[in-house]
Structures are given as structure tokens and as C-alpha cells.
């Protein structure tokens, strides 16, 4: 983690590594099932574009800023 800024590790890379976490590995399973559930379609296509958008800007591969924050801000307001 220490390849991320600080801002970047408390709003974003920590928050998402504390929420897989708490999905816990039988729930992570269950969203990358076949057949894909309806309620867990979302989160299929959306965590691994959070990892890359997370991942993208620590390893310098696209040195602009991503808008992972506010994807990410958006998953946390949802109700599963």
C-alpha cells in the first residue's frame, strides 16, 4: 500500500479491501457464480474495474487521475 498516496489508501484502497473482506470469501464466490445471479450483476462487473482503477494509478500505468472514488462511493450507498 505504501505505493499510494495516504489520501488515496484511506479513501479508496482501504475502504475496498475492508468491503471484500467483510463479503467474505463464500459471498465473493457467490457474485462470480455461474449462472450470475440478478442482484449480483452489478458487483461482478464492478469490483474487478475497481481493482484496476485502484491498481492503475499505484503501478503508474495511467498516471491521470481515475474516477474509482466516486464509483466506489456509489457501491458503498447501495443495499445489498
Not at 17 to 35: D, T
Request: glycine share 4%; aromatic share 12%; proline share 8%.
Amino acid at each position: 500500500m505504501e505505493a499510494f498516496p495516504k489520501i488515496y489508501q484511506d479513501g479508496m484502497v482501504s475502504p475496498l479491501i475492508n468491503y471484500l473482506n467483510n463479503l467474505g470469501a463464500a459471498r465473493f464466490a457467490q457474485i462470480f457464480s455461474h449462472p450470475i445471479q440478478v442482484q449480483h450483476s452489478y458487483l461482478k462487473n464492478i469490483l474487478p474495474d475497481l481493482t484496476e482503477a485502484i491498481l492503475e494509478p499505484g503501478e503508474m500505468f495511467a498516471p491521470n487521475a481515475t474516477r474509482a472514488f466516486q464509483e466506489w462511493s456509489a457501491i458503498c450507498s447501495m443495499d445489498f
